[in-house]
T-cell receptor, first 112, second 109 residues
Framework: EAQVTQNPRYLITVTGKKLTVTCSQN?????MSWYRQDPGLGLRQIYY???????DKGDVPEGYKVSRKEKRNFPLILESPSPNQTSLYFC???????????FGPGTRLTVT | TQLLEQSPQFLSIQEGENLTVYCNSS?????LQWYRQEPGEGPVLLVT?????EVKKLKRLTFQFGDARKDSSLHITAAQPGDTGLYLC?????????FGTGTSLTVIP
C-alpha cells in the first residue's frame, strides 16, 4: 500500500530541546516536502527536496532544517524549538512531473 | 510570498443546497489543485486543473480554472453531509506549492 508515514504523531516539548520529526514514503517519489498548518493561514511550505541531497527553502524555513540522505526519508529537524513553532506538520511526496501530493497523517507539535 | 485567498472561510449550509468556493491570487500558476481535508488527517487530492478556462466535473463537484490561471472555483451541487470538511486550493509554480487559507464546509442534515 502506497503511504507516507510520520513519527511521532503527537509531541509536546519544551523550548530549546532539539527534536526530529521523521517522514518516510514507499512510493519511490523524488519530490518530498514539509508543511506547517496553522488556523487562518492554511498550509505553508517549509522545505522541499527534489531528490537525494537536494533541498530548498520553501515559504517559512526559519528555525527548521531538513536532510535527504535517502530517497524514502525526509526528516524535519528543529534545533531549538520555540513556542511559535507549535503547529500541525505534514510531510508530502509527489511523483516526477508534479501532480498529486500525497500527505502523511500529520504531527501535532506543542512547544511550551 | 504568493498568497492564495479562499472565500468564504467558513460555510454552513443545509443538505441539498448548492455552494461555490473561490480561490483567488494575483499570481499565475502552472497548475491548480483542490484538496479536501478531514479532521486528524492529511489533505487528499480532488482534482488538478492545468489549462486556463478548464472545467472539470467530479460527480456533484465542478472545478473551474480561470482564463488567466490566477483563480479557480469549486461548485458543489446538492451538498450532502459527507461533503463536510476543509477544502483547500493549491497553486503550483516551479518547484513550489502554495496553499490557500482554506474553506471549512459544514453540511447540516
Amino acid at each position: 500500500e502506497a503511504q507516507v508515514t510520520q513519527n511521532p504523531r503527537y509531541l509536546i516539548t519544551v523550548t530549546g530541546k532539539k527534536l526530529t520529526v521523521t517522514c518516510s514514503q514507499n512510493m519511490n517519489h523524488e519530490y518530498m516536502s514539509w508543511y506547517r498548518q496553522d488556523p487562518g493561514l492554511g498550509l505553508r511550505q517549509i522545505y522541499y527536496s527534489m531528490n537525494v541531497e537536494v533541498t530548498d527553502k520553501g515559504d517559512v524555513p526559519e528555525g527548521y532544517k531538513v536532510s535527504r540522505k535517502e530517497k524514502r526519508n525526509f526528516p524535519l529537524i528543529l534545533e531549538s524549538p520555540s513556542p511559535n513553532q507549535t503547529s500541525l506538520y505534514f510531510c508530502a511526496t509527489t511523483g516526477t512531473g508534479g501532480g498529486e501530493q500525497y500527505f502523511g497523517p500529520g504531527t501535532r507539535l506543542t512547544v511550551t | 510570498t504568493q498568497l492564495l485567498e479562499q472565500s468564504p472561510q467558513f460555510l454552513s449550509i443545509q443538505e441539498g443546497e448548492n455552494l461555490t468556493v473561490y480561490c483567488n491570487s494575483s499570481s499565475v500558476f502552472s497548475s491548480l489543485q483542490w484538496y479536501r481535508q478531514e479532521p486528524g488527517e492529511g489533505p487528499v487530492l480532488l482534482v488538478t486543473v492545468v489549462t486556463g478556462g478548464e472545467v472539470k466535473k467530479l460527480k456533484r463537484l465542478t472545478f473551474q480554472f480561470g482564463d488567466a490561471r490566477k483563480d479557480s472555483s469549486l461548485h458543489i451541487t446538492a451538498a450532502q453531509p459527507g461533503d463536510t470538511g476543509l477544502y483547500l486550493c493549491a497553486g503550483g509554480t516551479g518547484n513550489q506549492f502554495y496553499f490557500g487559507t482554506g474553506t471549512s464546509l459544514t453540511v447540516i442534515p
